[in-house]
């Protein structure tokens, strides 16, 4: 069946560390998206790609960055973490065209910066 | 720009009580609507959507009609279970400037059953 992963699921690490959170789909899905999860703010936007090599900024994107260098994965990579960047954070997939506005989610990955 | 308000939570109902949830959106174009429900430890996951106006999407008993006069799309449920505790988000998707598929997401409500 197809899938989508993150990993890890729990990190904890120290402020100013890089960290790479992973995301793999096999769903063949162009679509990809990165958003965080925080108590009173739900789910916002952190990076999305519209295919290999497309990565796009999202409402929150300072601090983040990701690539796509296949149809899989999307990495996203904290480059100095900071204790405000604590969160769960989720991966998404859709296709393109006409399911395109249907999300399939990762379990999700919970970071922690001390 | 788009944006998805709904009730605050955390809601409380007894096992087989009418459930209902809030949600208004605002959008500058013709928006899908969604709702997805999280349980605990999980990802989201659709459970149902409408895509114009006066549709009623449907799913696991749960049912949300697209108002368009109203700018809603209220979730309900005739008689809520204790597997039915989660956190559910309403949602919306519409068209950017680049011609692709936007979702923007609420707030989410956390539903609590008791039995």
């Known amino acids: 069946d197809a899938e989508i992963t993150q990993s890890p699921r729990h990190k904890i690490t120290e402020t100013g560390r890089q960290v790479t959170l992973a995301c793999h789909q096999t769903w063949n899905h162009n679509n990809m998206f990165w958003y965080r999860q925080d108590l009173g703010h739900g789910l916002r936007l952190i990076h999305y790609?519209?295919?290999?090599?497309?990565?796009n900024k999202g409402e929150v994107s300072d601090g983040y960055s990701v690539s796509r260098s296949n149809t899989e994965d999307l990495p996203l990579t904290l480059e100095s973490a900071a204790s405000s960047q604590t969160s769960v954070y989720f991966c998404?997939?859709?296709?393109?065209?006409?399911?395109?506005?249907?999300?399939?989610f990762g379990a999700g990955s919970r970071l922690t910066v001390l | 720009g788009d944006s998805v308000t709904q009730m605050e939570g955390p809601v409380t109902l007894s096992e087989e009580a009418f459930l209902t949830i809030n949600c208004t959106y605002t959008a500058t174009g013709y928006p899908s609507l969604f709702w997805y429900v999280q349980y605990p430890g999980e990802g989201l996951q659709l459970l149902l959507k409408a895509t114009k106006a006066d549709d009623k999407g449907s799913n696991k008993g749960f049912e949300a009609t697209y108002r368009k006069e109203t700018t809603s799309f209220h979730l309900e449920k005739g008689s809520v279970q204790v597997s039915d505790s989660a956190v559910y988000f309403c949602?919306?998707?519409?068209?950017?400037?680049?011609?692709?598929?936007?979702?923007?997401f609420g707030t989410g409500t956390k539903l609590q059953v008791i039995p």
């Open positions: 949602a919306l998707s519409d068209r950017n400037s680049g011609g692709y598929q936007k979702v923007t």
């Open positions: 998404a997939s859709a296709p393109s065209g006409s399911g395109a506005n249907v999300l399939t």
């Open positions: 790609s519209y295919g290999v090599q497309d990565t």
